[in-house]
């Protein structure tokens, strides 16, 4: 029996996930909100030592964006401290954990480049200066390519696999964090256009089920995505990875 951690499991494409491989026998540990906050790095760091210590399965699916920005106690931009900070902090402390399985993986719901639009904004990374939701997103995204490229570099004897898969738009209620007339137009697009968080847990089901064999895979809802892109380039990957252990070793205790 695998044991899979799936942070943002509580709901949307991570809960049809966790509900999916609970029937098909799996341990399944399911994060939401109210197991910890994940826009907070002590409770993310505090997270990882109450969870098992071997795990086959990290599914990193815990998201939150808003039109306004908001800033943590800690200082973080929310969307910065939740879809960076905490995925890069939960792959390094359970990588222990990970290193224990026998074919250990890391799964990323995220960017996965090829989309030209947003970057890293080097200089002000806590968005203080002209916040918008695109720019929280796409930076989130291009963060998300870089944290898989720069585990894969900072590891290089490790055996966990990391994969990030970027599900294309699923009608997973994530616009309830908008305000209207936002929530409105996105949650009606969702509908209309987006797959269902049940199709895209079965996709991804499969995908775990039969995982890639390389040590960093980029999937755009199933399809490979070339790690020759730029967004995928190990210096900037590296100069990422040192910045975020600056950011978060305070906080950590
Ligand atoms: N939906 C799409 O179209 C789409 C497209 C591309 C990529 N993705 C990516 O897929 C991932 C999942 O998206 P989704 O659409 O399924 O999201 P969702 O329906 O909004 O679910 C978000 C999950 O994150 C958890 N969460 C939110 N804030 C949290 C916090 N402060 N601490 C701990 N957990 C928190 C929620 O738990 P609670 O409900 O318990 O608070 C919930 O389980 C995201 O990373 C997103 O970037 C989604």
New binding site residues.
């Given amino acids: 029996m695998r044991t899979v951690v799936i942070?943002?499991?509580?709901?949307?494409?991570?809960?049809a996930l966790a509900h999916r491989l609970r029937q098909a026998g799996d341990r399944v540990i399911a994060?939401?909100?109210?197991d910890?906050?994940?826009?907070s790095v002590r409770q993310t760091a505090e997270l990882t030592h109450r969870l098992p210590d071997k795990i086959d399965v990290l599914v990193l699916?815990?998201?939150?964006f808003g039109q306004r920005r908001v800033v943590t106690d800690e200082g973080f931009e929310q969307t910065f401290a939740?879809?960076v900070l905490s995925r890069y902090l939960l792959a390094e402390r359970l990588r222990p954990a990970l290193d224990r399985a026998e074919a250990p993986l890391i799964l990323n719901?995220?960017g996965t480049g090829g989309i030209r639009a947003g970057g890293i904004n080097w200089n002000d990374l806590q968005l203080a200066d002209g916040y918008s939701l695109f720019k929280a997103t796409m930076q989130g995204a291009r963060a998300n390519d870089l944290l898989g490229a720069g585990f894969a570099t900072a590891h290089p004897q490790s055996q966990i696999r990391y994969v990030l898969y970027?599900?294309?738009?699923?009608n997973?209620?994530?616009h309830r964090y908008l305000r209207q007339p936002a929530r409105a137009f996105v949650g009606a697009s969702?509908a209309l256009f987006?797959r269902s968080?049940d199709t895209a847990a079965t996709h991804l089901a499969a995908l775990l089920a039969q995982p890639p064999t390389a040590r960093l895979t980029a999937l755009r809802r199933g399809a490979p995505v070339s790690l020759a892109r730029p967004e995928f380039d190990r210096s900037t990957a590296a100069r990422l990875y040192t910045l975020l252990a600056e950011l978060t070793a305070p906080h950590c205790g």
Avoid: C, H
């Fill in positions: 942070t943002g499991g509580t709901r949307g494409i991570g809960g994060i939401g909100s109210a910890a906050d994940l826009t699916a815990a998201g939150r939740i879809y719901l995220s970027n599900p294309l738009f699923v997973s209620g994530m969702a987006g968080t």
